[in-house]
């Protein structure tokens, strides 16, 4: 055990752990964890007789589907007396839910979140209101933010075929060909299982496929009737709130 009142510095640690593997009886498991000194100020943003680390805002980007958490320090300025939180309001709205825990009364806090993983796309805002017992500073406001974006992104977000040549007896449908890129976001572990359009002229198939990205190259399977056509493109996904993600389509043929 290491006097934490008379150490600064780093402290490492291993022990032995015994396991029921055959192959690997034990291993050795080594721990660290620095030190500071009591009179060492903590790093915030100060806010009357608090400092909150590291500040009193904090932020997330996520696939829809998913959940995020945090935690903010809330510490009392070591100069001063004990000032205590006492209350702890969430604020309008269900995008975060919040816990107050207390490390030592009056001087130390930790303020845990975490967002619904039901929440739509969209851009989420919660100011959480904690009270304290200092006559001048009774309230103190973390501000929580959570953008939600689509599990796939599709580039681009439309396709159009202008002006296609179906008159002329030399038209070279491949050339006409364009592409969407299919994206997993980032952590979903998603799969496209099929890609599909409701005009029947037109086909699509994968072109090459690159870690989360898939290739897709949407061309003619014979010629389009002459006329404005408007339909859209679907790729179903394995994604867990969301199974087809569509883009519009339009075919200007003369």
Request: net charge neutral.
């Amino acid at each position: 055990m290491v006097n934490t009142a008379s150490f600064s510095g780093p402290v490492t640690k291993s022990a032995e752990v015994t396991t029921n593997d055959p192959v690997k009886g034990s291993f050795f498991l080594q721990m660290s964890l620095v030190i500071n000194t009591a009179n060492e100020t903590p790093k915030g943003l100060q806010m009357g007789p608090f400092i909150v680390g590291p500040s009193n805002t904090w932020s997330g980007r996520l696939p829809q589907g998913l959940s995020g958490s945090g935690i903010i320090s809330i510490t009392t300025n070591n100069s001063g007396k004990p000032v205590r939180l006492t209350k702890l309001n969430p604020g309008e709205g269900n995008a975060f839910k919040a816990s107050l825990d207390t490390l030592e009364e009056g001087k130390r806090y930790t303020l845990n979140f975490n967002s619904s993983n039901d929440l739509e796309i969209g851009n989420y805002r919660q100011v959480v209101k904690l009270t304290t017992d200092d006559p001048q500073y009774p309230e103190l406001s973390i501000n929580l933010e959570m953008i939600i974006i689509s599990p796939v992104l599709l580039n681009p977000t439309s396709l159009n075929f202008e002006n296609v040549p179906v008159s002329s007896p030399d038209l070279n449908l491949q050339s006409l060909s364009r592409f969407v890129w299919v994206r997993q976001a980032k952590g979903m572990g998603i799969e496209v299982k099929s890609a599909s359009s409701d005009l029947p002229f037109i086909k699509v198939k994968i072109e090459s496929r690159d870690g989360a990205t898939v290739l897709y190259r949407v061309s003619f399977s014979e010629k389009p009737p002459k006329g404005i056509h408007n339909g859209k493109l679907s790729f179903e996904v394995t994604s867990p709130v969301n199974k087809v993600f569509e883009i519009p389509v339009s075919v200007n043929a003369q």
